[in-house]
């Protein structure tokens, strides 16, 4: 029988083939990659079999869930990426322990988040989310695309924020290049003004190759690497 630790690494490096194939067709250096696992509904000893594989980068989206376990964690040398939809009342538990907040959306959630990491003594690393659904899907998170250049100017005013770049899951049901294709135009609009927010949080388990053909720097990576959810996370 397969352990869990053989089992993450052996998933571990199919992922990390993948990444290098689609590099090696899209003309981009691995190393320009950072791959953060997805660790939602899996335990806290799924997260301490990754750091022992050498993974740095871990990823939640629900605070109470993300919370407890990067609690249990605290020992380990990780950097926590909180990708979720977030509430306003959610951002001082998350400035405790996140590093970096992909999910921000709107004005007022800026706002709330420079307030809890003031609070926390914490500078946090945040992106703006882009929503990339035609029409708008009211039930997913992200901004407009003509909102996202604002919100950036936002949070690089805010003291206890660093602006990184931007972050965006690919619509259901559409093609990921296209979508990505949408998701660089706005990268290139918000790097007018902002050059160094250079992150581009995008591509998962099935779409990480367009997301690195499209110039992805981050990729969200659950499934492939943990194994498939028992319900949605
Ligand atoms: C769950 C999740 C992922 C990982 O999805 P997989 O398909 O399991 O790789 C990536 N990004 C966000 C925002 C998620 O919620």
Same mark, same amino acid.
């Given at each position: 029988?397969t352990s869990r630790r053989d089992e993450?690494?052996?998933?571990? @490096?199919?992922?990390?083939? =993948?990444?290098? /194939?689609?590099?090696?067709?899209?003309?981009? /250096?691995?190393? %320009?990659?950072?791959?953060?696992?997805?660790? #939602?509904?899996?335990?806290?000893? &799924?997260?301490?079999?990754?750091? @022992?594989?050498?993974?740095?980068? $871990?990823?939640?989206?629900?605070?109470?869930?993300?919370?407890?376990?990067?609690? %249990?964690?605290? /020992?380990?040398? !990780?950097?926590?990426? *909180?990708?979720?939809?977030?509430?306003?009342?959610?951002? +001082?538990?998350?400035?405790?322990?996140?590093?970096? $907040?992909?999910?921000?959306? =709107?004005?007022?959630?800026?706002?709330?988040? &420079?307030?809890?990491?003031?609070?926390?003594?914490?500078?946090?690393?945040?992106?703006?989310?882009? &929503?990339?659904?035609? +029409? #708008? &899907? +009211?039930?997913?998170?992200?901004?407009?695309?003509?909102?996202?250049? @604002?919100?950036?100017?936002?949070?690089?005013?805010? /003291?206890?924020?660093?602006? =990184?770049?931007?972050?965006?899951?690919? +619509? !259901?049901?559409?093609d990921p290049a296209a979508a990505f294709?949408?998701?660089?135009?706005?990268?290139?609009?918000?790097?007018?003004? *902002?050059?160094?927010?250079?992150?581009?949080?995008?591509?998962?388990?099935? @779409? !990480?190759?367009?997301?690195?053909?499209?110039?992805?720097t981050h990729l969200r990576v659950g499934?492939?690497?943990?194994?498939?959810?028992?319900?949605?996370?």
């Amino acid at each position: 029988m397969t352990s869990r630790r053989d089992e993450i690494l052996a998933n571990l @490096d199919r992922v990390n083939r =993948r990444i290098a /194939d689609a590099c090696a067709g899209a003309g981009r /250096d691995p190393a %320009e990659l950072t791959l953060i696992v997805i660790t #939602k509904t899996y335990p806290p000893s &799924d997260i301490r079999l990754l750091s @022992d594989l050498g993974v740095r980068n $871990v990823g939640e989206n629900r605070d109470q869930e993300a919370a407890g376990k990067a609690a %249990e964690c605290a /020992d380990l040398t !990780l950097t926590w990426h *909180f990708v979720g939809q977030l509430q306003r009342n959610k951002a +001082p538990s998350v400035a405790r322990y996140s590093d970096v $907040v992909h999910s921000v959306d =709107r004005p007022r959630l800026v706002a709330a988040l &420079d307030r809890a990491a003031a609070r926390a003594g914490r500078r946090l690393g945040a992106l703006v989310q882009v &929503d990339l659904a035609q +029409p #708008k &899907d +009211p039930a997913r998170g992200g901004a407009a695309p003509a909102d996202v250049t @604002d919100l950036g100017a936002d949070i690089a005013a805010a /003291d206890n924020l660093e602006l =990184r770049g931007l972050m965006a899951v690919a +619509p !259901l049901g559409e093609d990921p290049a296209a979508a990505f294709a949408r998701l660089r135009e706005v990268q290139t609009q918000l790097r007018r003004r *902002f050059p160094t927010a250079d992150w581009l949080s995008a591509g998962m388990s099935g @779409d !990480l190759e367009a997301a690195i053909a499209a110039g992805a720097t981050h990729l969200r990576v659950g499934s492939a690497v943990l194994g498939e959810r028992a319900h949605v996370g």
